[in-house]
C-alpha cells in the first residue's frame, strides 16, 4: 500500500508533509531523513479517519496548515512539532461545517488566508497564531455574500489579491492588515465587470530598469482583461495610478497573454 505522501515542506530543516499508515488516515508527519527520524506528528482526527492536512506554510519556524479533526470542519491550526503543540487555532466556523480556509500567505509574519465564518462569507483573515489574533481583516462584500477571495501574493512585503465588492466586480485589492487600508487599487474593467487577476501564476514582483516603464522594486506584473483589450499583461506598484497595461500583445479582444 502507498502512503500517498503529498504537501511537503521544510520548515527550519524538518520536513513536514501528509501521509497515511493505512491505520490512521492522512494525517501530519515530519521526518529529519532517517528511518526513526519519521512519524506522524499528531493524529489529528482520531482513529481511522483523515484530518486530510493542506496550505502547509512555514511562518517564523511555525508550520500552519488546514486540518479536519472531524468535529471542527475545516480549519486554521499549528504545530511546533510536537504532539502537544499541535493545536487548533481558532474554530472561525463554529461546529462541523468549518470555514474552509485557503491561500494561506506570510507577510512579515503575519499569516493572511480566506476563510468562511458562516455569517460574512469567505473573506480576507488574518492571524499571529492565537485565537485572539485570528480575525477578518475586513468585510468587503457586506452581508454573507462572499467577497470572492482569491490568489494572496506578498509582493515586497505588502498583500496583493483579488476581491469582489457590490459595486466593482473582481479587481485587484491590497492591504496593509486594517480594515481602512484594505482598498481596491484599480477597478480595471469600468462598472461591476470582471478583470479577473487571479490565476496563481499572474502576479510577480519585478526588479529592473526598462524603457518605457521604469520597473524597479516594489512593482509587480499580472494579467487581467479590462474588457477592451482582453486578457493583456498589466503593471502596478500598489496606486491606482501605476496600474496600466503594458501593451495590447493581441489586439482587440483577442488574449494576448496566457497564464499557467
Not at 38 to 57: C, H
Request: charged share 20%; proline share 2%; no cysteine.
Amino acid at each position: 500500500m502507498n502512503s500517498n505522501i503529498r504537501h511537503l515542506i521544510n520548515v527550519d530543516g524538518t520536513l513536514y508533509f501528509s501521509a497515511t499508515d493505512g491505520i490512521n488516515g492522512f494525517e501530519l508527519w515530519k521526518s529529519n531523513g532517517t528511518s526513526t527520524g519519521t512519524f506522524m506528528v499528531k493524529d489529528i482526527n482520531s482513529g481511522g479517519a483523515s484530518s486530510n492536512i493542506y496550505s502547509l506554510i512555514d511562518v517564523d519556524g511555525m508550520l500552519y496548515l488546514s486540518a479536519d479533526n472531524g468535529s471542527n470542519g475545516f480549519e486554521l491550526w499549528k504545530s511546533d512539532g510536537t504532539e502537544a503543540g499541535t493545536v487548533l487555532v481558532k474554530d472561525i466556523n463554529n461546529g462541523a461545517p468549518g470555514s474552509n480556509i485557503s491561500f494561506l500567505t506570510d507577510v512579515d509574519g503575519t499569516l493572511y488566508f480566506r476563510a468562511n465564518d458562516g455569517i460574512n462569507g469567505t473573506e480576507l483573515w488574518k492571524s499571529n497564531g492565537t485565537n485572539v489574533t485570528t480575525t477578518m481583516v475586513k468585510d468587503i462584500r457586506p452581508g454573507n455574500a462572499s467577497g470572492d477571495i482569491f490568489v494572496l501574493k506578498n509582493v515586497n512585503n505588502t498583500l496583493y489579491f483579488t476581491a469582489r465588492d457590490d459595486i466593482n466586480g473582481s479587481e485587484l485589492w491590497t492591504t496593509d492588515g486594517t480594515e481602512a487600508g484594505t482598498m481596491m487599487i484599480k477597478n480595471i474593467a469600468a462598472g461591476s465587470s470582471d478583470s479577473f487577476p487571479r490565476l496563481s501564476d499572474d502576479l510577480h514582483a519585478v526588479s529592473y530598469d526598462s524603457e518605457p516603464l521604469r520597473f524597479s522594486n516594489g512593482r509587480f506584473l499580472f494579467v487581467a482583461d479590462d474588457g477592451i483589450t482582453g486578457r493583456e499583461p498589466w503593471i502596478s506598484n500598489g496606486s491606482e495610478s501605476s496600474t496600466m497595461l503594458i501593451k495590447d500583445v493581441n489586439p482587440g479582444l483577442g488574449v494576448g497573454f496566457v497564464t499557467r
